[in-house]
């Protein structure tokens, strides 16, 4: 089956999975969303032998039963939503190439993550990491307490302030056009700006901008205030 570039989108028909005889899959370039069924792939699909799903907007797990394909040997995934972490079955799978790098992976045990991808040899470095290859995948090493790889795939640590992420919140939306009554922008004091509350140790555990004319988008770098707790962003033009 071949839709490559063709803007199809919407979910992925169920009824793939009844093409028992199908040994190429190559949906990719289009923008497909939504999970993928389970019941999409299963050992009874016995002369498949390549998924191309890459470039779409798939989200959701990547399905176990992928690993029951007995036929398989080319699996691309790239560019998609996926969130999770990939199956250790699918890893142990005796591929010719597999690709599933800029994964999402959400497990708390990093640890956990590197020995359960053992067998993936193409995933993005998770958070927290940096690539010792120029793609930004495996191998990794861990960042120093102080510094970060705040994104999937980086290539390198760095030193990340948590003043610069909240900068980064106010010039991503429109923070010159905000109702409140102090400085936000620059390296000063953190709990100086209006809406942020610290801990005992100086870290930005709260967050409260209602009402105030934010506009745009959320920076994704928020997401690494490790220390935050409340964040109100209600009644803006977000």
Known sequence: IFFIVRNMLGPIPQ??????QVEVLLLENNRFTGYIPPTLFHSGMTSLQEINIQRNDFSGKIPITISELPSLSLLFLVDNKFTGYVPKSICDMNLNEAIFDR??????????????????????????FESQDDDG?????????????????SKSCAYIEEYMILD?????????????NTTWYGKLPLSTRDGITCNNKGKVNSIKLPRVNLS??????????THLKELDLSENNL
């Open 15 to 20: 009824d793939f999975g009844r093409l028992s």
């Open 168 to 180: 980064e919140l106010y010039t991503k939306t429109g923070g010159d056009k905000w109702t409140i």
């Open 216 to 225: 745009g988008s959320i920076p994704p770098s928020l997401g690494f205030l």
């Open 137 to 153: 995948i495996f191998p990794c090493n861990p960042c120093a307490s102080d510094f970060l790889a705040p994104y999937l795939g």
């Open 103 to 128: 994964m999402q992976t959400r497990k708390t045990n990093v640890t956990t993550i590197l020995e359960d991808l053992n067998g993936c040899n193409a995933v993005a470095c998770p958070a927290g």
